[in-house]
């Protein structure tokens, strides 16, 4: 595996491979590599000839208040994790590197609607701050394939709006969330719960799995649901930034054409938030792909 820190490194290092006939993947991360990320590679290697991992802590996604400093940054130990999983290459750029002008200059890339609900509406600005830097990822590698975590829904619907409206030619590939024994969804941020709000923790996705089961079983007043959920995770010991019930292929409210619901939810344990979903096809013969897996 080889580890580049330049653009212009990176791009002769990609074009070799791509002259010798490679077909290109890419899995971009911001490090502290767990399970989930790891399988992100597997994926990019079944379907590709040369996989590039990006390890970068975007400050452009951050807001005033949120975790930047504190973020982990394991990079000797993300490098074992990639070398033995046989990643390609591993793009690792600095701040100054991504943002040569600062960050205060650089143009940003916005995805309208779709980042004003959930997410978008709690963290101001975050969707355009990770519209922006994968699009300079995007064309720095310039793949063939990105591979995508299925955990951070409304991002990963953010950046295939993006690939669409831009016209991107890059097939955006999802991986079916990775969770914990306990059901807990893998991430990074997990390593800022304690051991008590560990063992909490594994209940956001129980209670989005309960009203799952409720709306599987024709319970159909959503609004109800959502309040109970909330309820449910106060209650748990969770501050919850919002569960909602959307459609899963628009984020929408739900309509009567709706084919596949997900429910989505952010709950702040102690000091650590943490986002999960889960979905369900209301029309059985669909093929949903993704939406199968949750």
């Not at 490098?79 to 205060?104: C, H, I, R, T, W």
């Not at 955990?151 to 993006?162: A, E, P, W």
């Not at 969804?185 to 996705?205: G, I, Q, T, Y």
């Not at 102690?270 to 013969?285: A, K």
Request: net charge negative; charged share 25%.
């Amino acid at each position: 595996m080889q580890t580049l820190t330049s653009v212009d490194a990176l791009r002769r290092a990609v074009n070799k491979a791509r002259k010798a006939g490679k077909t290109i993947g890419f899995v971009p991360t911001m490090g502290n590599l767990h399970e989930g990320h790891l399988q992100l590679l597997r994926r990019a290697k079944h379907l590709t000839d040369c996989v590039v991992v990006s390890i970068f802590v975007n400050p452009l996604q951050f807001g005033a208040n949120e975790d930047l400093d504190a973020y982990p940054r394991t990079l000797a130990s993300d490098k074992e994790k990639l070398f033995a999983e046989g990643a390609n290459f591993l793009f690792a750029p600095s701040v100054d590197e991504m943002y040569p002008e600062g960050m205060q200059p650089q143009t940003r890339v916005s995805v309208p609607r779709i980042t004003d609900t959930l997410c978008g509406a709690v963290r101001p600005g975050h969707f355009t701050g990770v519209a922006t830097v994968v699009s300079k990822l995007f064309n720095m590698v310039q793949p063939d394939v990105a591979v995508f975590g299925e955990k951070d829904f409304q991002q990963l619907m953010v950046i295939r709006k993006m690939v669409s409206d831009l016209c991107m030619p890059i097939d955006v590939v999802s991986v079916a969330t990775v969770r914990e024994t306990d059901g807990l969804a893998m991430s990074s941020r997990n390593n800022f719960l304690s051991s008590k709000e560990r063992r909490v923790a594994p209940r956001l996705h129980r209670i989005l799995q309960d009203y799952r089961e409720a709306i599987a079983n024709g319970f159909d007043d959503y609004q109800h649901l959502e309040k109970h959920a909330l309820e449910d995770l106060l209650l748990t010991g969770f501050q919850p930034d919002y569960v909602s019930i959307r459609d899963a292929e628009t984020l929408d409210p739900i309509t009567p054409d709706t084919e596949a619901i997900v429910i989505l939810a952010a709950a702040r344990l102690g000091r650590t938030r943490l986002i999960d979903n889960v979905t369900l096809t209301l029309n059985p013969s669909a093929d949903w792909g993704m939406l199968a897996t949750n």
